[in-house]
């Protein structure tokens, strides 16, 4: 049972923000919401998780709706470099990390 | 500090052969997780391990597939008499505690391919 639910693929032109959708409305109290991204064939790469606020850090913003139903990863001003298919994955702390399909970003310049 | 390490970075076996995959967790993780993604497909969890102990298989398949971890060394996934359906990247990843929500650490990946 995916727990997520991603848009296959998505284009960005290139210095624009990426804004990256997904849904979990089943997503339960104690599952945070977590994002990676791979690289072509490299291995996944963190980028940010966040439990109920919005988080922010060096890559990427998390936006969590209020009722955690759904969250928006924005990379701020893309590159060609972040084409990659990113990956949104609930998860509680005594699960493993479970990847789904993923949103394929292609940043275009 | 030097990242999550796996090796082989490549491998190729016939069929029938075994193949070994090792991965090197980061300094000072005990928690070692390996992940298959087979060509054009996502990652698929397989095996969870600490030190010593298997804590979730349930991603392995029943036959042919085991994972270690010793005390010492690094964690081992050993596929026995390999099919070409087993070509795909292994990836590993480990982490200092897995009920802080903290992130996983990947290696690059072992990719086998099976002729």
């Known amino acids: 049972d995916a727990k997520t639910t991603q848009p296959t693929s998505m284009d960005c032109a290139e210095g624009r923000a990426a804004n990256l959708p997904c849904n979990h409305s089943?997503?339960?109290?104690?599952?945070?919401v977590y994002w990676y991204r791979q690289i072509h064939s490299q291995g996944p790469q963190y980028i940010i998780h966040g439990l109920k606020n919005n988080e922010t850090n060096e890559m990427a913003s998390l936006i969590i709706t209020e009722d955690r139903k759904s969250s928006t990863l924005i990379l701020p001003h893309a590159t060609l470099r972040d084409t990659a298919v990113y990956y949104c994955?609930?998860?509680?702390?005594?699960?493993?990390?479970?990847f789904g399909a993923g949103t394929r970003l292609t940043v275009k310049p | 500090n030097a990242g999550v390490m796996q090796n082989p970075r490549h491998l190729v076996r016939r069929r029938g052969q075994e193949a070994r995959l090792r991965c090197s967790p980061m300094k000072g993780h005990s928690h070692v997780y390996w992940y298959r993604q087979l060509p054009e497909e996502g990652l698929k969890f397989m095996v969870y391990?600490?030190?010593?102990?298997?804590?979730?298989e349930s991603g392995m398949p029943k036959e042919r597939f085991s994972a270690e971890f010793p005390k010492e060394g690094p964690s081992i996934l050993r596929i026995q008499q390999v099919v070409r359906g087993d070509s795909a990247a292994y990836f590993c990843?480990?982490?200092?505690?897995?009920?802080?929500?903290?992130?996983?650490?990947f290696g690059e990946g072992s990719r086998l391919t099976v002729l």
């Open positions: 994955i609930v998860r509680a702390l005594d699960d493993d990390m479970r």
């Open positions: 391990l600490q030190k010593e102990n298997i804590i979730d």
């Open positions: 990843a480990s982490s200092p505690d897995p009920f802080a929500p903290g992130e996983l650490f």
């Open positions: 089943t997503i339960s109290g104690n599952e945070y």
